[in-house]
């Protein structure tokens, strides 16, 4: 089983829709969670991290599951522009900045 | 000015051939890092550097050396190319855990990437 997991998608979704990502992580001692976003490309650049009480950015909603060691994205009233790959990290179980890397989920927006 | 910049962008080398990526940062931070991304299995840690003196092996270090030169500087060798290298590589820094303010000790700050293409 891989440490992180996510559908790949792709998710086509008209603009102005509301889209939510899920990811799986199998290490029940992970500590740090976030979203990073990479364009096609391009290299990965953090979205956001992701915390126990759920947080938002704008039009963006991370939510962390502990219990069930899940993390999710939700993005409200898509653009264009939102169109990428989210990725899905964790730190690894060596803990310190090593982050684990899901595949991603790949986001295209249409008109 | 990029705060993380690798050299070169893009690189198409034969098989056996000894290939050298350099990373630089201006960020100043002393942990840096070096991945490989693949279609389908993500972003995979090659090397890492907690400071000048520090280097560990991640998940895939088989086949690749580095050297940390400076704070500033992590390079990635290839001692002898081989197809299955290529490629696209990501040189990463972040700050160590314990300083306050920023985002946040985890996150990581990417360069623009390497292509590597080994024939």
């Known amino acids: 089983r891989k440490e992180v997991e996510q559908d790949p998608g792709p998710f086509n979704v008209p603009e102005g829709a509301t889209v939510a990502f899920n990811c799986t992580y199998s290490?029940?001692?992970?500590?740090?969670f976030f979203w990073y976003r990479q364009d096609c490309r391009k290299e990965p650049k953090l979205l956001m991290s992701?915390?126990?009480s759920g947080n938002e950015d704008g039009r963006f909603t991370a939510q962390l599951n502990r219990a069930s060691q899940y993390i999710s994205l939700l993005i409200r009233d898509s653009k264009l522009s939102d169109s990428a790959t989210y990725l899905c990290v964790v730190t690894s179980t060596g803990g310190g900045n090593k982050l684990t890397f899901g595949t991603g989920t790949q986001l295209k927006v249409e008109l | 000015d990029a705060d993380v910049t690798q050299t070169p962008r893009n690189r198409i080398t034969k098989t056996g051939k000894r290939i050298m990526l350099e990373c630089s940062q201006t960020?100043?931070?002393?942990?840096m890092y070096w991945y490989r991304q693949d279609p389908g299995l993500g972003l995979r840690l090659i090397y890492y550097s907690f400071d000048v003196k520090d280097i560990n092996k991640g998940e895939i270090s088989d086949g690749y050396s580095v050297s940390r030169q400076a704070q500033a500087k992590f390079s990635l060798s290839l001692e002898s190319a081989i197809p299955n290298q290529t490629a696209l590589y990501f040189c990463?820094?972040?700050?160590?855990?314990?300083?306050?303010?920023?985002?946040?000790?985890?996150?990581?700050?990417f360069g623009p990437g390497t292509r590597l293409t080994v024939l």
């Open positions: 960020k100043g931070h002393d942990r």
């Open positions: 290490n029940s001692a992970s500590q740090s």
């Open positions: 992701v915390y126990s």
């Open positions: 990463a820094t972040s700050d160590a855990p314990g300083l306050a303010g920023g985002p946040g000790p985890d996150t990581q700050y």
